[in-house]
T-cell receptor, first 114, second 115 residues
Framework: GDSVTQMEGPVTLSEEAFLTINCTYT??????LFWYVQYPGEGLQLLLK?????DKGSNKGFEATYRKETTSFHLEKGSVQVSDSAVYFC?????????????FGSGTRLQVQP | DGGITQSPKYLFRKEGQNVTLSCEQN?????MYWYRQDPGQGLRLIYY???????QKGDIAEGYSVSREKKESFPLTVTSAQKNPTAFYLC??????????????FGEGSRLTVL
């Protein structure tokens, strides 16, 4: 079945550092890929998405490129802020395979220090 | 304001008791979902429903039950058959094609602790 693998956290960075959170996936066909963010005490919010190979999703300074050849969707940000501290989840969807729900990775906690 | 409301936010249960978690949405979304969140394991799908009066099992449905009698409501019952029910439970909803667009809208969650 489908699965998503994320790098283990926590990832601790200083403010203005470059961020990469790795995400790889296993899927039968051609999934859509997503990054969600969960701030402390809150539910998840969609951060960005990409629906086909080579698409780049971007939002709030975060970017991720759908790489079919490496089955990856790594999240990047050029300069993190303290307010980016949260848990980040990579997810995929293959609704045409009969499962009309998202499959999530285990999440990666990001801690940004001033 | 439109959104998803989960209640209660915190719940304590004795072993052997059933407990029902409420999830209500006023977004007019067709699909609703229940996920369980455990440290280090991310979100795992319990049940989901695409339309009223229909629902499908997710990856970890054993020990749980749901109903979808109204479009706005998707309550989750954690039964005594669930061996390890202590967890954070998240409800979500989406428009009919939400699984394709990825636009799930999440509630703030309910934390269940079994004493």
């Amino acid at each position: 079945g489908d699965s998503v693998t994320q790098m283990e956290g926590p990832v601790t960075l200083s403010e203005e550092a470059f961020l990469t959170i790795n995400c790889t996936y296993t899927a039968t066909g051609y999934p859509s890929l997503f990054w969600y963010v969960q701030y402390p005490g809150e539910g998840l919010q969609l951060l960005l998405k990409a629906t086909k190979a080579d698409d780049k999703g971007s939002n709030k300074g975060f970017e991720a490129t759908y790489r079919k050849e490496t089955t990856s969707f790594h999240l990047e940000k050029g300069s993190v802020q303290v307010s980016d501290s949260a848990v980040y989840f990579c997810a995929l969807s293959e609704p045409y395979m009969g499962r009309r729900a998202l499959t999530f990775g285990s999440g990666t906690r990001l801690q940004v220090q001033p | 304001d439109g959104g998803i409301t989960q209640s209660p936010k915190y719940l304590f249960r004795k072993e052997g008791q059933n407990v029902t978690l409420s999830c209500e949405q006023n977004l007019n979304h067709d699909a609703m979902y229940w996920y369980r969140q455990d440290p280090g394991q991310g979100l795992r799908l319990i049940y989901y429903s695409q339309i009223v009066n229909d629902f499908q099992k997710g990856d970890i449905a054993e020990g749980y039950s749901v109903s979808r009698e109204k479009k706005e409501s998707f309550p989750l019952t954690v039964t005594s058959a669930q061996k390890n029910p202590t967890a954070f439970y998240l409800c979500a909803s989406s428009p009919g094609q939400g699984a394709m667009t990825g636009e799930l809208f999440f509630g703030e969650g309910s934390r269940l602790t079994v004493l």
